[in-house]
């Protein structure tokens, strides 16, 4: 059972906050599949890991964009299918391609990752026995959607992320994670690099 939430902050952009007590690998690409089904661009956000009373639950605030500047009773909408959409999302039989085929919405086009000047960095930090993942590149509708797909795929958990969109269009995300609650490797980091940028 997740927690939404949701507040407008303008005219197109409107902030959802999301508490889920699933922190298991794939959850946080869960959650953009949802995003990503709906054709929003997610301008910014922090994601957390948390313990509560034994327990720990990841807490999201994400920034996103309509394309379009709708009117407010389309937000509206808009963020009541979405919190629903995630919350389906959770069930582990329900895949994110699926649910992409399901609502006719393409993979997003990443071919190009690699001719953009994208940077892809990784940075041990022994003291959280993680790995910081920097990735800096042009930024596109369902950006968030392919990074998380790719560390799913590698069994690679996140524990927490800050997202950050310029105003010059340029996606400056870090990811803190983990592989098998340890640093990634370089193997693990040289899989990751090549499937993120092609």
């Known amino acids: 059972m997740i927690k939404f939430s949701w ?4 005219d197109d952009r409107f902030q959802i906050q999301v508490k889920t007590p699933q922190t298991r690998v794939g959850t946080l690409h869960r959650l953009t599949a949802a995003i990503y089904v709906f054709g929003l661009d997610i301008v910014s956000g922090n ?19 309509v394309a379009n500047a709708p009117d407010h009773h389309s937000i509206y909408e808009t963020t009541s299918k979405l919190g629903g959409l995630m919350e389906s999302l959770l069930d ?12 006719g919405r393409p993979e997003p086009e990443t071919s190009r990752l690699s001719d953009d000047g994208s940077r892809v960095e990784f940075t041990d930090i022994p003291a959280r026995n993680m790995t910081r993942l920097y990735i800096q ?5 369902g950006l968030l959607y392919h990074v998380t797909r790719v560390l799913a795929q590698e069994s690679v958990n996140i524990w927490s992320a800050v997202i950050l969109t310029t105003d010059t269009g340029i996606t400056e995300d870090a990811f803190y994670v983990q592989f098998d609650d340890r640093p990634l490797d370089e193997a ?6 090549a499937l993120i940028v092609g």
């Open 7 to 10: 507040s407008l902050i303008g």
């Open 137 to 141: 590149v042009t930024d596109r509708t």
């Open 92 to 103: 582990p039989e329900l895949e994110p391609a699926e649910l992409l085929r399901q609502h």
């Open 188 to 193: 693990n980091r040289e899989r990751v690099r």
């Open 47 to 65: 994601v957390m890991t948390e313990e509560e009373n034994g327990e720990f639950f990841s807490h999201d605030n994400f920034v996103l964009r």
